[in-house]
């Protein structure tokens, strides 16, 4: 298996503009994650779909950021209106229930000027 | 609230040396607790997980203790080599969770030759 696919690795815009965040999970897994890293705060959880169903996100920071998952196959992290405090590493992971060991994507490097 | 720390600062510590790495948590009951390792530019890599009735886990060169009354879990590299330069993050899962995985900060581990 190719592992978690996220795209793109690196994405640079400027304050206002949409972005999309995209991930492929593990074929057969059925959660996924979205998490947020920057040096200040860590690894957060944004939000995580069990059977391509929005469980919890709480960890969402605003209004201006929503995910959804069409299919078991792809999922998608919009932000809408970016803003400069939003540059950070987000990653995708996935897990199969049980003992929920979570495989993570390379991540989308995230700069907004 | 509910905490989850590791030492932020790098340990440093010579090729061949045993590392010990540390992770502390409040206001947690954990079912299990898991150990990631991160490098540079790429996501977290699962290395092994400890149940809330398990001492002890090994894994080649890795041991993972988990004392539930201390609320807390040491993470051992024997025979510690440069390759084992990392990030190394601890992630909780609370009770009555789901699938979700809270992580701590994470400490950085340097081996010199």
């Known amino acids: 298996d190719a592992g978690v696919i996220q795209s793109p690795r690196h994405e640079v815009t400027e304050m206002g503009q949409e972005v999309t965040l995209r991930c492929k999970p593990i074929s057969g897994h059925n959660s996924l994650f979205w998490y947020r890293q920057t040096m200040m705060r860590g690894l957060e959880l944004l939000i995580y779909f069990n059977n391509n169903v929005p469980i919890d996100d709480s960890g969402m920071p605003e209004d201006r950021f929503s995910a959804k998952m069409p299919n078991a196959s792809f999922s998608t992290l919009k932000i809408q209106p970016s803003e400069p405090r939003d540059s950070a590493v987000y990653f995708c992971?996935?897990?199969?229930?049980?003992?929920?060991?979570?495989?993570f994507g390379a991540g989308t490097r995230l700069s907004v000027l | 609230s509910q905490k989850i720390e590791q030492n932020s600062e790098a340990l440093n510590i010579q090729e061949g040396k045993t590392a010990t790495l540390t992770c502390n948590y409040t206001n947690y009951s954990p079912a299990y607790l898991q150990w990631y390792r991160q490098d540079p530019g790429r996501g977290p890599v699962f290395l092994l997980l400890i149940r809330e009735n398990e001492k002890e886990k090994r894994k080649e060169r890795l041991k993972v203790t988990f004392d539930t009354t201390l609320k807390q879990s040491l993470f051992h590299i024997t025979a510690s080599q440069p390759a084992d330069s990392a990030t190394y993050l601890c992630a909780l899962r609370p009770n009555n969770a789901g699938n979700m995985l809270t992580f701590g900060g994470g400490t950085r581990l340097m081996v010199k030759p």
């Open positions: 992971a996935s897990s199969l229930g049980g003992q929920n060991i979570q495989y």
